[in-house]
């Protein structure tokens, strides 16, 4: 039997959106950069975490047997068959059907074990009980928001639970969606990672708040005109970022100036006509 140093004693949900296409992986692990190594997803097809004394082929492997139509049930079963060290192995799938399965090898170290439902499974090992799995559960499909968050939302119910028996290090969070990376050019949707950090999980989440900072789309309620109050705010933030010497500026500068904070801090995705701000971003601004 395996030691437990080497063992990826780890806490993940796989999930799958029906009204986005979204499919995805969040995990937790007392084990640096878990996300090398657990989440594993295609668009079109779906999602796998592989975890224990985890066998990485599991991701590919189970990615090409959905593909080739075979259920999460079913691909589990082919992988698992054909593996003697299946009893160590523990290994969660959904397709982009919602169907879902999930596995947990009878030499797996306590608590170990997984539930699975429509859109979703969630597994984990080395636990310091039952409620870190099935509290992940309960969250992820009670929680409305995207597939991100409520992923998020599971990991964060499971440490309240309990959590991994052996602490906390890293996290990540894996989503593909057809297009859906940057610039529409591959499927990587969400790839975060937190390879060694003291509260990996709230670590995620500021990543992930950052990230859907940075492209997340502009909503229509906050569009404003950079006038009056507006103006002054982002004056006085601008100053605060030393974009601005001072607070005396003509439009004519102001809009150079926040074109160049634009730019320089990644947020031509937010960019909106001359004369108008998101206020996520001035909110960004002024909380420098």
């Known amino acids: 039997m395996r030691r437990k140093k080497d063992i990826v004693a780890t806490y993940s949900i796989v999930g799958f959106d029906p009204k986005t296409g979204e499919l995805g992986v969040a995990v937790q692990s007392k084990f640096i950069g878990v996300g090398s190594v657990v989440p594993w997803a295609k668009a079109g097809v779906g999602a796998v975490a592989t975890q224990a004394f985890a066998n990485p082929a599991y991701g590919p492997e189970g990615l090409k047997l959905m593909e080739e139509g075979k259920s999460p049930a079913e691909a589990i079963e082919i992988l698992t068959n054909s593996d003697k060290d299946k009893d160590e192995r523990q290994v969660g799938m959904v397709d982009a059907n919602g169907n879902a399965a999930t596995f947990t090898g009878s030499n797996c170290y306590d608590w ?19 409620e870190t799995v099935t509290d992940m559960a309960e969250a992820f499909q009670n929680t409305k928001g995207s597939l991100a968050e409520r992923l998020l939302a599971g990991l964060s119910a499971a440490q309240n639970a309990g959590g991994d028996s052996r602490g906390k290090q890293s996290s990540a969070l894996y989503i593909v969606k057809e297009k859906g990376g940057y610039g529409g050019l591959n499927d990587v949707f969400i790839d975060l990672r937190v390879d060694d950090h003291p509260e990996p999980i709230k670590e995620l989440i500021r ?11 502009t909503k229509e309620e906050n569009i404003q005109p950079i006038e009056g109050e507006v103006r002054e705010r982002l004056v006085q933030g601008l100053v605060k970022w030393n974009y601005l010497d001072n607070t005396v500026v003509d439009d004519v500068e102001l809009y150079d100036v926040f074109t160049r904070f634009l730019h320089t801090e990644n947020f031509e995705e937010r960019e909106l006509e001359q004369g108008k701000i998101d206020l996520e971003v001035l909110q960004f601004i002024e909380s420098k």
């Open 207 to 217: 990543l992930f708040n950052l990230q859907q900072l940075y492209f997340g789309e």
């Open 112 to 130: 170990a074990g997984g539930v699975s439902g429509e859109n979703f499974a969630a597994q984990g090992n080395i636990l310091v009980n039952k």
